[in-house]
C-alpha cells in the first residue's frame, strides 16, 4: 500500500523542477502578459502592434497587386492622407499615447485591420467590392501614417511620465534635503507643505501640472527651506529654487526633458512668489526700501502669515525673497492694459471692482486710520495705481544708469514718503457718498498710463505738470470739495511748485553759496536731477489725486 | 481810577508772536499763491509764461539793475518797446503795461516793470501819492503788483484788545482774535497741527465770495465794563450761591460810566502793536527798508467813543503822519457809505455803542517776479 503512494510523490519528486519551472515561465508569461494591459505608460505596445500592422499589410495588402487596396489608382489620395495624418499624429502624439480612449480605439482599429490583412493573405482581393479595398486602402494608410506621425513625435517622453519620475527621484530628494513647497493661493494665503505629503499630477486636458489631487496648479507652489533665524530662533523660510536646480541637474538629460513642465512650474512659483512678496509684503509694508539698489535688498525680509501642518492656525513666519529679477511685463505677458498688477501675480480672476480679501487687510494694517474711517475701499484702488506707478519707477530706476536712474531712484524715495503719510490725510479720499466713488475701480492708473507719464515727464516735465496743474485747480475752485479736501489738494500743488523751485538750477550769482570749491564738481547737473525729480514726484502725486475723482489720463498723456 | 496792563510781558508777547507768525504765513501763502495765479486779469499770460519758466528750471529772479555788466540791461532795453507777448520777465515789459499809474512815469521813459521794484522804484513810493480812504475804497490801485484782482488773496484778521473785569486791566490776547481769509490761503497758510503752524492763529473762518485787494487787520477795542456791586447784594448772592439757588432778580449792576475809566495805557499798547504789525509785513525773504510804509491807509470806527479817541488820536496820528492820512469816523458814517467793509468787518454783528475799531489796510506787496518766494 505504501509503495502505491510512493511511486506519485517519487514521480512528482523528479516532476518538480520541471513545475518549477513552468510555474517561473508561467509568472513570467503572466507578468508579460500585464504588459500588454492598456496602461498609459506602455509605449513600446504601440510600437509592437505598429510593426505586425506593417508586416501584415505588406504580407497581405500585398501592395504591388493591381487589384489589392494598393493600386494607382489613388496614389495622390493616399500621399495626402498620409501626410495629413502623420501631421495630425506627431501633434497630438502625446495625448494619443496618454489617453486610454484613444488607445483603445487605436489598438482597435490596428487588430481589425491586421485580421483583414491576414485573412486575405489566403484571398484574392476579386471576392471583395473595389469600394472595400479603395477603403481599406485608405484606411490603412491613414492608421500608418497617423501612428508614424505618433511615433516621431513626444510619444517616449510625456509630461505625464514626469510624475512617475518627480515621485520616484525628486521627491526622495526633496525629503532628504527637507525641501518643503510654499503654496501662495490666487487670494494671497500662504501655506507650507512638508517633503513626504508631496505629489504631482499632469492633467493632459488642461497641459498643466497639479498638485495633489488637482487640489492647484503647480505653478502656485515653489520649493523652500525652513530654518530659524540666528537673532531670535523664529521660523524662516527662504527659496530653495538653487538647491531644487542642483538637484534637477544631477538627473539624465532624457528625464530633465521629461519633467520639463514639473520643473517649469516650480520655477514660475518662485519667480510667482517673488513678486507677490515684492508687491505685497515689502512694496506697501516697507516703500523706501524700493529706492535701494537691488544688490542691497537682495534678500528682503517680512513676516507673514503660512499655514503649516501641525498647527492649529496659521503662524508668523518670517519670509525672506529676493526682489523679481525680471520686468513686469516679461514676467507677465498676459497682463493686459486694465488689470491690476496684484490680481495679475496672484493669479486671480476675481472682478476688478471688488477689492480682494489680501488688499484689504494690508490696507487695514497699513491704514488703519483710513480703515477706521470707512475709506479702505477708496485707499484700496490707491494702492493699486500706486503698485502700478511703483513697478514702473523701480524698473526705470534698475534698468537705467545715470540720469533717468537717479531722477526715478529720487522719485520712490519722496513718493514713499507721501505715500506712508496718507494714513493722517484721509481728506484726499473719496467719500461712499460722492458721486466719483463709483468710478473708483475704472479709474485705477494701468502700468502703461504711468510709463507714458513716467516717459513724458523725463523729456517734458513742465508740460506735464501744468496740465495736471489745470485739471486740479478746479477741484480747488468747485463747489463739490470739502473746503478740508481742497486744503489737501492746494498744499500738494503748491508744495510740488515750491520743492520744484528749490531744486532749480541756481544762477552764476549764487555760485558763492556753495563755496568756491563746488564749482564745476556737478552740482548744477544734480539740482537739474533734483528738480525734474521734485517735477515727477509732483506729477505722480496729482495723477494719484486725480484718478480718485476723475479719469486719470484723459488730456494728460 | 483804573489803569494798568493787564498781560505778563510774557504773555503779550506771545500774542504779538503770534501774530507775527500769522502775518508771515499769510505773507507765504500769497507768495505761494502769486506764483499761479494773476493779481489781475491782463497779467494772465504774464503769469503763465513766469510759471513754466520757474517750473522749467528758472532760477530765483534776476536782477538786471544789479549785475556789474550793462549789456543785460542795455539787451532789456532794446526789447522794451518791442511787442513781446509771450515773455515773462520784468525787465522787458515796459512799466506801463503792468498798470502802473504813477504820476512820475511817462510812456517815453525806459523803465521797465523790473525798474519798478527794488528800493529805488517807483512803487515803493507809490502809496505817498495816492492816500487811501479805507472807508471809501479798500484799494485805489489798478497795477498788477498792488491791485490785484483776482479774488484769491484777501484776508481779514481781527486782533482785540479787552478790558477785563476781573482785573481791571487791558489786555492783548491772541486767544481771542479771528483770522478770515479766502479759501485759497487757509489752504496754503500752515497747518495748525503742524510744528510750523502751532503759533499761529487757530480761529481761522473762510472769507466767502472774491475779495478784491483786500488786506485788512483790525484791532477792536470794545467798550470797557465795571460795575458797582452793592455789599448787601454782595452778600445776598453768597448765600444764594451756598443753597445752590439762583434768583433773576439780583442782577441789578449799575455799570459805570465810560469817562471813568483811564485809557492812558491803551495807546502805548496799541503803538506796540501797531509798529509790530508794520515792521512784520513783509514778503517773505524781507526786502522793504523799515522806513517804508507796508499800509496803504488806516481808519479809525467808534461810536460814541470820543473819549477813547481823544487818547489814541495822538499816537495815531504821529503813525500815519509820514505816509497816510489818519481817518476818525463814526459807525453810522461806515454802515452807510460802504456797508460791504462793515459787514466784512463784522459779520456777525458785535459792534457796540463804546466800542472802537482801529483799521489797518495793508499793502500788498506782491512780487510781481515771484521767483524770489522759494527760500
Redesign the interface.
Known sequence: MSNLLEWPRQIYQKLRPIFSILSEEFKKFTLSLKKFTLSSSKPWMIQFVFSLLILSTLIGGRTSAIDGPFDGNALLLFILVCVITIAIGNYFSDSWTYDRNRVVLLFGIQIILIFIYVFSTFQSYAVWTELFTVSLGISSVAVIGLLSGIISGHMMKPAWMGDRLFMDHIKKAMEEEDMHLLHCSVEGKMKLIPPSLISVVWVDDIQKVFFGNQEDVLSNYTPVHLSKSNFDSKLVVEPAITSFSAIFAQLPVAWRDTMSDHYQSLSDGHQRISWIFHLLRILPYSPSSLALRSELIQYSSSSVTIEMRGEKSPIKINLQWPVPENNFQVDFPEHEYHDCAIHTVLGNDHPKSQPLEIEQEIISEIFPRLASEKLSHAAIYFLRSFTHLMIRLREEFSNNEGVKSEMCRLTIADMTEWFSSLNLEGEIFPSQSHESYAMLPSNVIPIEVWSRVIKDSITQPTTIFLRLHDRIVPFIEGDDFEIRKKRKFESVVSESIELAMQTSTHLPDDRDSFGSEWVGVGIKHNLSINRKSALLTGICKLLLLVSLYEEPAKGVV | MIRGRGNTEQDFQHSLEEVRQTLRSISRAIS??N??FEPHPDAKEFKRNQ??H???????A?NLLN?QSDKPKQLANEYLHQVTPYDGHLAILHATEVGCHHPELSEDDDTSALDLHGSSGLCIRCPEKFPTVISEQLNPFHCWRRGHRSGYFGFVYQLVLRYFNNSGKWIFNSNSSELRCT??I???IS?SSTPEGSNICSNIK?LEGKVLGQMLISIHIPKPRRFHRDSRLTEVEQLLQQQLLVSQNVSNHSSIPLTDFDFTEVPKLLQTILRDIELTWSPPGGGLSDDVQRHLGMCVIHQGAEHLVDELKPMLSEFTRKHSTLHILEETVVKRDNPQLFSQLFPRGGFEYGDLLVCLSLDPIIDLGG?Q??E
Not at chain 2, 54 to 60: D, P, V
Request: charged share 10%.
Open positions: 505761494s499763491l506764483l499761479r510759471l513754466i520757474i517750473l522749467s528750471g528758472g532760477a530765483k534776476v549785475l479759501p485759497y487757509w489752504a496754503n497747518d473762510i521767483i518766494s522759494a
